[in-house]
Nanobody, 122 residues
Framework: QVQLVESGGGLVQAGGSLRLSCVAS????????VAWFRQVPGKEREFTAA????????DYSDSVKGRFSISRVNAKNTVYLQMNSLKSEDAAVYFC???????????????WGQGTQVTVSS
């Protein structure tokens, strides 16, 4: 069983950058696809980015493509989400999740972290 802990959220001005980290405990981290989702109150959880088992393939939502970058270091059991050129609409709680399939749908991910808050001031 994998457990996930996110960190790196905080308050940033519009146009600024943050790097989120997702650290996994447990074995066989490189057996899992890892994705980032985000959620604002009253809205459904939204797919943001995903990375495959070894980091060769990534996927992004259209809203973050070109601004966000997902990466992983399996030796550190860590996945990162580098967020640049942040906009007010990027403000949300960001969750990382693991799954077996490289997809963008949240039900396919079965382990979730507790989330980290990102706030963007204009």
């Amino acid at each position: 069983q994998v457990q996930l802990v996110e960190s790196g959220g905080g308050l940033v001005q519009a146009g600024g950058s943050l790097r989120l980290s997702c650290v996994a405990s447990g074995r066989r981290f490189n057996s899992f696809v890892v994705a980032w989702f985000r959620q604002v109150p009253g809205k459904e959880r939204e797919f943001t980015a995903a990375i495959d088992w070894i980091g060769d393939t990534t996927d992004y939502s259209d809203s973050v493509k070109g601004r966000f970058s997902i990466s992983r270091v399996n030796a550190k059991n860590t996945v990162y989400l580098q967020m640049n050129s942040l906009k007010s609409e990027d403000a949300a709680v960001y969750f990382c999740a693991t799954g077996r399939r490289f997809v963008a749908t949240s039900p396919d991910y079965d382990t979730w972290g507790q989330g980290t808050q990102v706030t963007v001031s204009s």
